[in-house]
């Protein structure tokens, strides 16, 4: 057993948690660092202070330091950082030589270190070591000459110790080897820190103008490239001059610039500065000068800032004139990009042009005017052509009123002409444009023979129509009768053509002719409006008086068409017509045009003839002609159909107005039955309200009657209680009785009844009779009363 039980581990017992909520105060990572932060719980005690006494003690920390370092750069020669802190340690130890011999032996493990070098000469310039650290700096800047930080260092030591012959002997070396811009401004501020303004200009000079030269090996062959000096440079010499007071030589600097530069490497930033130098010392006329000279040859694109710096300029010291040249000249830039980013673009072409006319040689508008026209639509269709054909007018209109070129302006509308491909469009503007051209330079003959070809080659409407109207100006009238035979020829169903045509034989006095062109006109198969071809017909027979053709005319007009207005015109015209009997014939028109409508199915149309005949009643008939009318007119209904939509399907229904004429009423029974179900409807509805009335009037006779009841209640209890009892009715001493006022009253009226009639059988009969009827009397009184109490309580409430 013993062994069993040392044989069995004992596992400890897991603690249950009881409670397994979250703690109220919750404990993050980031406070638990801050407080070991706080308590420093990481951080060593710093090793003791030691206090050297003696040399001995000293010699033996030196030797253990020395020691430590050295095994340190024996472990890794190639980390600077440990030279460098075992050479500050003899430093501070006034251990000079020692210190070299560590930078020195340092030098020839990494001689390109510039941290190295720093420290090593650092440390000789702060113990005076003036030799020393010019040495060093020397073979610095021999070794690494790119290394600019050694070269300020160099020259700021120098200067520093007064030698600034030596520091500019420094600035040469370093010059030399072509430093970054940096390095020439620093040169020339310090010559112009002790008044070399001469050498100052000679440096400028080598810098701007210093060439670098180096070989490139490229396919074996060597080649020579040219570093340019930038623009900037220039402007800083020519500010340096301009500085101290040389406006000459700036002036010559700026010049040279652009000499130098010319027009390949051109820059808008050289030409503001210019301006603004000329602009400084008055010369006005040569900054407008330069800038002119500059927009003609930077690229529009990158002249903004030129432009912004012109139009500043001209506000400032121009006049209108200079303002407008600025303004134009931005304005011809902004369309310039226009046209050459989309040529197609018509519009932009319209308004560079409308800027050119307004301030521009002829030369250079016609200029810009062929470089439009040349821009043809790509594709043969009209909707392309109709922008682009207005620069071609607009050409010729310049030509025409502006440079006054007659010769000129006919090329150019020849040019049109022959361009447009007529066998697919034409434009009949431009053949009118043309011919009213050779009018205006009295060469009639030229006129007629381009409007004729244009007619021959491709004929339209409108070109029709100006050759018309031009022969009618010139009054010949032959020329115009063989015009509009060509044009109906052409067009036979254009109905304005037909009219035209017999206006004009009217004009002229050939009444036959006029009217069988009318005849011819009206016989034509197709036309596009010959509601107005008759009209017209019928207006030239009216104004000729020949009322009779004109009947005839309104027959034959009805024999095609059922039109209202053909009615209501021909009742008119009837009217109009004097004459014994012309309301009897107005008035038979109208009789028959509503028997002719009957069948329509515009019923708006039937009632449209209705409303014109009741007008002419109203003012020209009887009471009797005026009632008949009156009964023809419809009853507007509202009604209900079904919806369909286009592609089928129920749409619901719609409400409408229908007009029921009485004619047609009579003659359908279901609209007779649908009259008696309105009818039956209606009277339906005033029974109805007749009756709620009756029962309205009945609440009301109730109501006042109830409410006298209740008054006169209240007055009989006030009554009674006014009332005053004798001694031996005292109600205290009287017995009990549960009746009421009424049937106390009834009693005593009852015993006084039988004392007065003592003795008589018939009279004590007749006063039980009336005993009974008084008690059923009170107890109905009694019922009303509560029943009055309880409505007056329930109105209370």
């Given amino acids: 057993m013993a062994s069993t039980a040392a044989g069995k581990q004992r596992i400890p017992k897991v603690a249950k948690v009881k409670n397994k909520a979250p703690a109220e105060v919750q404990i993050t990572a980031e406070q638990l660092l801050r407080e070991a932060k706080e308590r420093e719980l990481e951080l060593l005690p710093p090793p003791p202070k030691q206090k050297i006494t003696d040399e001995e003690e000293l010699n033996d920390y030196k030797l253990r330091k020395r020691k430590g370092f050295e095994d340190n750069i024996r472990k890794n020669r190639t980390v600077i950082s440990n030279w460098i802190k075992y050479a500050q340690w003899e430093d501070s130890l006034k251990e000079i030589q020692r210190a070299r011999s560590i930078y020195e032996r340092a030098l020839d493990v990494e001689h390109r270190n510039i941290t190295l070098w720093l420290k090593y000469a650092e440390m000789e310039m702060k113990n005076r070591q003036v030799n020393h650290a010019r040495n060093i700096w020397d073979r610095a800047v021999t070794i690494l ?81 040219i570093v340019h000096p930038q623009m900037k440079n220039w402007i800083k010499y020519a500010r340096f001059e301009e500085k101290h007071g040389y406006i000459a030589h700036a002036r010559k600097v700026f010049e040279r610039a652009v000499e130098f530069f010319g027009e390949e490497q051109i820059d808008e930033n050289l030409f503001v500065a210019f301006a603004k130098f000329e602009e400084k010392q008055k010369e006005f006329e040569r900054v407008r000068v330069i800038y002119k000279y500059a927009l003609d040859r930077i690229p529009k694109q990158q002249a903004q800032e030129l432009f912004k710096n012109y139009t500043i300029f001209e506000k400032k010291f121009g006049d209108r004139r200079g303002i407008e040249d600025v303004i134009v000249s931005k304005r011809r830039f ?203 017909y019928i207006d030239f027979e009216i104004e000729q008086e020949e009322y009779q053709n004109a009947r005839g005319l309104y027959r034959r007009l009805l024999q095609r068409t059922q039109h209202v207005k053909v009615w209501i015109s021909y009742a008119q015209f009837e009217l109009s017509v004097e004459g014994p009997d012309r309301l009897g014939k107005c008035r038979q028109i109208y009789e028959e045009a509503n028997k002719s409508l009957r069948n329509c199915e515009e019923k708006e149309d039937r009632l449209m003839l209705l409303e014109s005949w009741r007008e002419f009643e109203a003012e020209f ?177």
């Fill in 145 to 225: 000459p790119r290394v600019s930080q050694f070269w300020y260092k160099y020259t700021y030591m120098e200067e520093m110790l007064g030698n600034v012959a030596g520091c500019r002997q420094v600035f040469e070396r370093w010059m030399e080897w072509e430093p970054e811009e940096q390095a020439w401004h620093s040169y020339i501020n310090f010559e112009l820190r002790y008044k070399e303004v001469e050498k100052a200009r000679s440096i400028y000079e080598r810098y701007i103008l210093s060439k670098l030269l180096f070989s490139v090996i490229v396919l074996n062959l060597v080649a020579l490239v």
């Fill in 621 to 797: 008939g009887s009471d009797s002609t005026r009632e008949q009318v009156s009964k023809l007119l419809p009853e507007k209904v509202k009604k209900r159909r079904k919806v369909t939509a286009e592609d089928g399907t129920d749409g619901g229904w719609e409400e409408y107005y229908d007009y029921i004429f009485p004619e047609d009423a009579a003659n359908q029974p279901n609209l007779k039955l649908l009259a008696m179900a309105k009818m039956w409807k209606k009277q339906q509805q005033e029974q109805q309200e007749k009756d709620n009335e009756k029962e309205q009037e009945t609440n009301q006779q109730e109501q006042d009657q109830l409410e006298e009841h209740v008054v006169k209640e209240e007055t009989y209890e006030q009554t009674m209680e006014s009332c005053e009892f004798p001694p031996e009715q005292d109600p205290k001493g009287a017995t009990f009785d549960d009746r009421d006022n009424d049937d106390k009253s009834s009693s005593s009226s009852s015993s006084s009844s039988r004392s007065s009639s003592d003795g008589s059988n018939g009279s004590s009969s007749s006063s039980s009779e009336s005993e009974s009827d008084s008690d059923d009397e009170a107890s109905s009184k009694q019922d009303k009363s509560k029943r009055s109490k309880k409505e007056k309580d329930s109105k209370q409430k």
């Fill in 334 to 536: 902004q369309y310039e990009e226009e046209v050459k980013a989309n040529p197609h673009n018509y519009d932009a072409w319209f308004d560079y042009l409308r800027l050119m006319e307004s301030d521009a040689d002829p030369d250079t508008v016609r200029e810009v005017y062929e470089r439009s026209i040349a821009n043809i639509p790509p594709l043969q269709e009209k909707r392309h052509w109709r922008r682009y054909v207005y620069l071609w007018i607009n050409y010729a209109l310049y030509e025409e009123l502006e440079a006054k070129d007659a010769e000129r302006t006919r090329q150019v509308y020849q040019a049109c002409l022959e361009l447009i491909p007529h066998k697919k469009f034409t434009f009949a503007k431009i053949w009118l444009l043309y011919a009213q051209f050779e009018i205006r330079q009295k060469n009639l003959q030229f006129a007629r023979r381009g409007l004729g070809t244009g007619i021959g080659k491709c004929p339209k409407n409108k070109l029709f129509k100006g050759y018309i109207e031009l022969e009618l100006q010139l009054r010949e009238f032959d020329r115009c009768r063989k015009l509009y035979e060509k044009y109906l020829e052409f067009s036979p169903e254009n109905c304005t053509t037909w009219i035209k045509f017999a206006e004009l034989e009217t004009i002229l006095g050939d009444i036959d002719r006029a009217r069988a062109i009318f005849e011819l006109a009206i016989g034509q198969p197709r036309l596009d409006m010959p509601e107005v071809l008759w009209k017209s």
